[in-house]
């Protein structure tokens, strides 16, 4: 307690401080990442260890194992983060790290790692959510970027349209009813055979096919224009497939996820843009694994220009899961005096903000 209360004080006279200096760690899934962010948007340094290989025998994360790995790789990236900055740990003004939403084992890895070197240096613990923390990439690497926008988050577990009305202030506008985007792509690829991560692997042989081969539904929600479904789209592939192979006919998987992956993308390109019109916003953002997709990048783009809205896109490695984006999170909560006490616990189920209707 008395620690919380002297970092609070500490979080108000760090708001004077020309460099804030923030180490953050992200353990929430299969990456174990650690980086060192200058006042909010300037990644020092940025240091992931993946644990893909250890999974890819099982095809998908095991969550035991990947608690392990965290374990065995937390220290060591936390080393090398501080070494590529340059920065000595004495120069930290505050931890940040993710506690949610993810696998708890996982996030607890993080978690215990963070508190014990806020406590250890006595500079402010901030629990990142995750979520925020794949909205703020953008930051990172669109300098001039400010709230209010339209946010489309694509995740291996999320799917959502979220109104970003200021620094860590959200409406939600739409949502997946059932699989995420991301969970979509990983199921279809482990029918096609492409293994895991699935994402990657559809968008790198979607290249080679035609989108039009074949036609797969574009689910929409009676009354809920801004909610997405993508449990049918999955199944519709699977029928195909087995009705083939039942005919003892052969496939193009080219074909299949072109055509898979345009099925998912019309979707979210028509949602999004008609998100932003309905809220009158021109700036749409792009946040998630799933925003490192090629073909996603290109329709958004297509639309963006028809519908005279700016678009912005991270680079693919900071859409998928690292340490920066917690990093950059962590600053715009520690300016809003959003810090936590050393009591913070992972969550692994932490939604980012309610439904406003
Ligand atoms: O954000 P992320 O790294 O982890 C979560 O927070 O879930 O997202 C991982 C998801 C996986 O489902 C992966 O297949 C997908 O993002 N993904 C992609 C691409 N790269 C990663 N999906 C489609 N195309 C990609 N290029
Ligand atoms: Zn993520």
Known sequence: MIYFQKMKQRAIELKRKK??????????????????????REVLSSVISSQIETHQVYGGVVPEIASRKHVEAINEVIHCAL???DLAKARLDAIAVTFGPGLVGALLVGVSA???????????????????????ANYIQHKELEPPFVCLIVSGGHTQIVHVKDYGSYDLVGETMDDAAGEAFDKVARVLGLGYPGGPAVDRIARHGNPNAIHFPRAGIKDRPFDFSFSG???????????????????????????????????????TIASANMLKLEKIVVAGGVAANSCLKEGLE???????????????????????????????CLLQGK???????????????????
């Open 114 to 136: 963070a508190k014990a070197l806020a406590y250890g240096l006595s500079v402010p613990l901030i629990g990142v959510h995750h979520i925020e923390g794949h909205i703020s």
């Open 302 to 332: 297509e639309s963006a220009v028809k519908n005279n809205m700016q678009l912005f896109i991270p680079p693919p490695v900071l859409c998928t899961d690292n340490a920066a984006m917690i990093g950059c999170a962590g600053y715009y």
């Open 233 to 271: 789209l999955k199944t519709a592939v699977i029928n195909y497939l087995h009705h083939l192979e039942q005919k003892g006919e052969t496939y193009s998987t080219e074909d299949v996820a072109a055509s898979f992956q345009k099925a998912v993308v019309d979707v979210l390109v028509e949602k």
């Open 19 to 40: 460099d804030i200096f923030i180490l953050a760690l992200e353990s929430s899934c299969d990456e174990t990442a650690a980086a060192i962010v200058r006042n909010g």
């Open 339 to 357: 810090i936590s006490p050393l009591s913070l616990n992972a969550v692994p189920y932490l939604p980012l903000t309610g439904r406003n209707d």
């Open 83 to 85: 070494k590529q900055s």
